[in-house]
């Protein structure tokens, strides 16, 4: 029974917050029960933002995550502040293109993902939230195909971004490919 | 009685009841001319939003709609109403408390947004119905239930003038102030509030009226006297005169 | 699936709104209640409706009051401090028996506060936050899909009273996105010739200074509309409670971390259920009794210094003990603190 309850945190301007939408919208496209809730207000604004980001198959009843399952994490700050709460074999995904410490957490599966670098190497400087989410989708084929990715991404993003889905596309699947 | 004619009567927009208004106090003459006006504009409909204050009966003296404000805030409920019923004319009669001091928020705001509707500012320097407390009209010197030794400018701060005051912001069409101590202010007063109906007619927007009035129970002095100090103390530091009309 | 739309509380507020014929909103930016004003800045001229930013919470809510007088259907939406300056305004609106939908998207207080998600407005929402013997009709929505359809609903509930209904939100709620089925319309049409505007000289005011006794009398008067609520509108959920021990009492946000905690105390053995109440006035009193008969303990769970605990307790006046666990200031409980409370009592 699918019941994740996801972290995506990271400097504001990162993407976390429309990289957790995004993947609710995948998710939620694919029948499942999604719900989504930022940080909000001045913690928008410069400093860290995250979103969590809770998908199941059964009604969500609570859609707070206190103790994540999955932390994707974009920045050194946010690695500090989720390490210590993901549940036990849960799931780190960390930007190693912008944390230079290794985590500590010996009894969850970590994931090394240079998020900037496959997206600078695609061709974007911004995005390294897709990269992230190609890596989760692998990790975690059961939260949404990549084909409802795609479909998220025209529907949750407003038209006048559409022209970047290309290079969205293209750093997701790269993301994915990361994983082995 | 056949060469007789009718030369004047009763509004018919005013109701065949006695007003509860003081001997001397001028609402009821502020009420005559917004009940002509609407007579010979041929308006039928109108709403009129009463403030907190004397005037907070008004409805009961006219054959109108009539909604009641909370203190100092009939410009946004008249905003409200006009908003769903562009083509009613409504009218928000206020008080000096209710349009300067609690209200002076919404005083300003609705004619910065240029409301089409008329604001009706009865300015008395006092806050008649709760007793003769000072305003923020009162004059320099006078003697209130707040100001027993006068209001005291170092104190409290000069008089505020409304019609200056909004005739600073862009989007009204009409401000002028008047009095109605003698007949022939009356007269021009009746000029003024029909015209700044008539520009709510038309949809021209925010139009404001400051009647000078009298206050003879609280300012304790007999009627005659009360218009002979409104005149001779208020006139000179509210000047009247048209500020504004977009057609001249 | 494909009538589900991932959408912001508050954005599914304000949509459910314009779906129950709302064309007029007046309010000013608060957060974290921003984007229902935000939407229906953009919502409202495209259908023909009218947006004003007011000057004022105190401003917005009189523009409601004037629309309101018209028999327009009419709302404004602010969070907790700006709730309490439009306190004014709603015992005016109370007084002059008008409808109109207030959503408050709560946020931590007193004062300024902070900007999470609380439930610190129990008293402010339940007991009149304004002066006077008045009610208002009080819905707390859990979801996103039921903040939009209990918005939807508000707007024939104050039609048919002709009172104040308040949508007790939370900022956890407004800001959170989920799948929601936007509502339909009831078709419902409501007699509004105590309106302004329609040709009979109407009036809408609260001051009644004559005869003596017209102010008690209105009150009266106010009281039976108050009495046929309280038995007409009472909405509230009951879930796993048949064989619970032990009853949890909880509503909006609360109540979904409840209902974590039931879970994974049925996991471990321990029967335990809740009772959330929709509608906090009226409160489900007697469908709270006969829900607690048989259990052995009522925990109250909030996001505050226990509020609502208060009219739990007047429910169950006394026939079983009643336990309160809250968290004041915008920090939301656990499941694990209501596990381990309910465990203690084993």
Redesign the interface.
């Known amino acids: 029974m699918l019941h994740e309850k996801i972290i995506f945190a990271g400097f504001g301007g990162q993407g976390v917050i429309s990289a957790g939408k995004l993947l609710a919208i995948a998710a939620m496209k694919e029948g499942k029960e999604v719900s989504h809730i930022p940080s909000y207000g001045a913690e928008m604004r410069g400093g860290t933002a995250n979103c969590a980001v809770v998908i199941a198959d059964d009604p969500i009843a609570s859609a707070i995550v206190h103790k994540p399952t999955i932390c994707i994490v974009l920045n050194e700050p946010s690695l500090d502040k989720f390490e210590p709460l993901i549940q036990e074999g849960g799931v780190l995904i960390y930007n190693s293109s912008k944390i230079n410490r290794k985590p500590v957490r010996t009894d969850i599966t970590v994931y090394e993902v240079p998020c900037n670098d496959i997206s600078e190497s695609n061709g974007s400087i911004r995005a390294a939230n897709m990269a992230a989410i190609g890596a989760l989708l692998k990790v975690k084929p059961k939260l949404a195909s990549l084909e409802s990715m795609n479909t998220a991404l025209y529907e949750g993003i407003s038209e006048r971004n559409h022209k970047h889905n290309p290079i969205n596309i293209k750093v997701i699947e790269e993301g994915y490919k990361f994983i082995n | 009685m056949s060469n007789e004619e009718i030369v004047y009567k009763k509004s018919p927009s005013m109701m065949e009841r006695e007003t509860h208004y003081c001997p001397g106090c001028t609402h009821g003459v502020v009420h005559k001319l917004i009940a002509e006006s609407l007579d010979e504009l041929g308006v039928e409909d109108a709403i009129v939003v009463a403030p907190v204050g004397c005037a907070v009966l008004i409805y009961d003296y006219m054959k109108l709609d009539g909604v009641e404000a909370a203190h100092g805030r009939a410009p946004a409920v008249a905003t409200g109403i006009k908003r769903v019923l562009s083509d009613k004319i409504v009218i928000s009669y206020q008080g000096d408390g209710d349009l300067l001091a609690i209200g002076l928020g919404e005083t300003i705001h609705a004619a910065n947004r240029g409301e089409n509707i008329t604001v009706i500012f009865v300015n008395n320097a006092i806050y008649g119905m709760t007793g003769g407390q000072m305003a923020p009209t009162t004059m320099p010197g006078q003697k209130t239930t707040t100001s027993q030794s006068g209001r005291m400018a170092d104190d409290v701060g000069l008089p505020i003038r409304a019609c200056e005051l909004i005739n600073t912001l862009e989007k009204p069409v009409y401000i002028e102030r008047v009095s109605c101590h003698n007949g022939a202010n009356i007269l021009k007063a009746k000029k003024a509030i029909k015209k700044a109906l008539l520009n709510q007619k038309e949809g021209k927007g925010y139009s404001f009226v400051e009647v000078l009035a009298t206050c003879p129970t609280n300012w304790g002095l007999t009627p005659k006297k009360a218009y002979d100090w409104l005149e001779d103390t208020m006139i000179p530091y509210y000047p009247l005169g048209n500020f504004r009309d977009q057609e001249v | 699936?494909s009538d589900?739309i991932?959408m912001k509380g508050n954005e599914a507020a304000a949509e459910a709104a314009i779906i129950a014929g709302c064309r007029?909103y007046?309010g000013y930016p608060i957060?974290?209640q921003n984007e229902i004003p935000e939407y229906m800045s953009k919502r409202l001229p495209e259908v023909g409706g009218?947006f004003?930013q007011?000057?004022?919470e105190?401003?917005?809510i009189?523009?409601?009051?004037?629309?309101?007088?018209?028999g327009?259907r009419?709302m404004t939406s602010s969070s907790s401090p700006g709730i309490s300056l439009k306190q004014?305004?709603i015992s005016?609106l109370a007084a002059?028996q008008l409808p109109c939908v207030v959503i408050n998207v709560s946020r931590g207080g007193p004062g300024l506060g902070n900007?999470a998600g609380s439930q610190g407005d129990y008293f402010q929402s339940t007991r009149g936050g304004g002066h006077g013997d008045y009610r208002t009709i009080v819905l707390a929505p859990y979801?996103c899909q039921e903040l939009a359809d209990l918005t939807l609903e508000a707007f024939d509930l104050a039609d048919e009273y002709r009172m104040v209904v308040l949508i007790l939100a939370d900022?956890?709620l407004g800001?959170?996105?989920?799948?929601v089925v936007l509502p339909e319309p009831s078709g419902k049409k409501f007699n509004k010739d105590w309106a302004?505007?329609i040709?009979?000289?109407?009036?809408?005011?609260?001051?009644i200074l004559s005869p003596e006794d017209g102010l008690t009398k209105h009150n009266y008067v106010l009281k039976e509309v108050y009495d046929k609520v309280e038995t007409e509108v009472r909405k509230y959920e009951e879930y796993m409670l048949d064989d619970a021990d032990y009853l949890l009492c909880a509503y909006g946000?609360s109540a979904?971390?409840c209902?974590?905690a039931?879970?994974e105390l049925r996991n471990k053995g321990i029967k335990v259920g809740y009772f959330r109440p929709i509608t906090l006035w009226p409160f489900p009193y007697d469908e709270l009794l006969n829900a607690s008969k048989g259990k052995k303990k009522i925990l109250t769970v909030e996001m505050s210094l226990g509020q609502m605990v208060e009219d739990v307790k007047l429910a169950v006046n006394g026939s079983i003990p009643v336990d309160f666990y809250g968290i004041p200031g915008g920090m939301?409980p656990?499941?694990?603190a209501i596990i381990e409370r309910v465990e203690s009592y084993e």
């Open positions: 699936m589900k991932l007029y007046f957060t974290p009218t004003i007011a000057e004022s105190t401003a917005a009189n523009m409601v009051f004037g629309a309101s007088s018209t327009a009419s004014e305004g005016y002059a900007i979801n900022g956890f800001q959170m996105s989920e799948p302004v505007g040709g009979r000289k109407n009036k809408v005011a609260s001051l946000s979904r971390i209902k974590q039931i879970t939301i656990t499941p694990e």
